[in-house]
């Protein structure tokens, strides 16, 4: 009995750690993007193949732990009819399915606009072309979103809202 | 009432929130410097100085949330003789004292060797220097040991031994 109490304690735990590792990158993000482009406008591919490594090998492992731990808490917990499960389960399948279906794309494309405006800028000043400049933008619009909703996300499984 | 939660429930929201967007970046480092140093070495300078610029602008004001709604709860809760709240007031201190003494001036001395390292490359294989390869030995080393100890506290909240 100890022991079955410690076991989905020891899962918890795990939940939450891989959530802190899947995204909490993400909010470094801006960051990056602030310091690359202010500071060394050259190693922005760079930073977009960064980003692509990232999510195959931080966040797609984390978010299918964080998953894999979520369901069994659900089910030893006899949870899954409530708002927060519900909520957290509809989420981590969002940002999945951002994560494959409009991250990587998105983010190999920029590198290699980046990549071909560097070249067209020579050794002078980097101009990145309109076309970059939208694409990025428009993914930093859309991590801000994904951010924000693993806030909330958070704010619902710690006050278990619904239970 | 979906929405109603107690002010302790809030502020450990408030709590582990801080505690995603304090550590969840530092899991990444040792991928986005892999990454850079096989694809492109170019990209080394900037990354150490987006290490120390995420310290600073990150992981300490997120990190002073994390104590200050640690020590809300820790009141609130009367939990101040509880184990996991000293481990946690403890790991707070250390993780701080590490960022600002250890990690951020090894990061500024690393950008400043590979700086050098980088004059004159023109591509082809990069060879870094010793006091490149110093400078992160040292951030691995606290680094890693940074994470493991947030992960290790992350756990010792949960299971409250």
């Known amino acids: 009995m100890v022991l079955a109490v410690m076991f989905w304690e020891v899962v918890l735990a795990v939940h939450i750690a891989a959530i802190v590792i899947a995204f909490g990158v993400t909010f470094a993000y801006p960051v990056m993007y602030a310091v690359g482009i202010k500071r060394e406008p050259r190693t922005m591919p760079g930073f977009h193949r960064i980003q692509d490594y990232v999510g195959k090998f931080v966040i797609s492992p984390f978010l299918a732990l964080a998953l894999l731990a979520g369901i069994y808490l659900a089910s030893h917990l006899h949870q899954w009819s409530t708002f927060y499960v ?7 399948v969002v940002l999945g399915g951002l994560g494959g279906a409009y991250f990587a794309p998105r983010e190999r494309k920029l590198g290699e606009l980046a990549e071909r405006d560097l070249a067209a800028s020579g050794d002078g000043e980097v101009k990145f072309s309109e076309e970059y400049t939208a694409l990025r933008k428009q993914v930093e619009l859309v991590g801000y979103v994904s951010s924000a909703l693993v806030l909330v996300t958070i704010y619902f499984m710690t006050v278990h809202t619904g239970a | 009432m979906l929405l109603a939660a107690s002010a302790y429930e809030l502020v450990l929201a408030l709590h582990i929130m801080a505690v995603v967007i ?98 004159g490359f023109a591509g082809g294989e990069f060879v870094a220097s010793e006091d490149y390869r110093a400078a992160t030995r040292r951030l691995t080393l606290y680094g890693s040991a940074t994470s493991l100890l947030a992960l290790a506290t992350i756990a010792i909240m949960v299971l409250k031994p």
């Open chain 2, 22 to 119: 304090a550590f969840g970046w530092t899991f990444m480092l040792p991928v986005a410097f892999a990454v850079a140093a096989k694809a492109d070495p170019r990209t080394l300078p900037v990354l150490h100085r987006i290490e120390y610029t995420s310290e600073r602008l990150l992981l300490n004001p997120a990190l002073t949330v994390v104590v200050g709604a640690g020590i809300f709860m820790a009141i609130d809760g009367h939990l101040f003789g509880e184990f996991f709240v000293q481990w946690g007031i403890g790991a707070a201190i250390v993780i701080g004292y590490l960022a600002g003494s250890v990690l951020i001036p090894a990061a500024k001395r690393a950008e400043a060797a590979v700086l050098r390292d980088l004059e």
């Open chain 1, 86 to 92: 519900q909520w957290g389960l509809a989420v981590i």
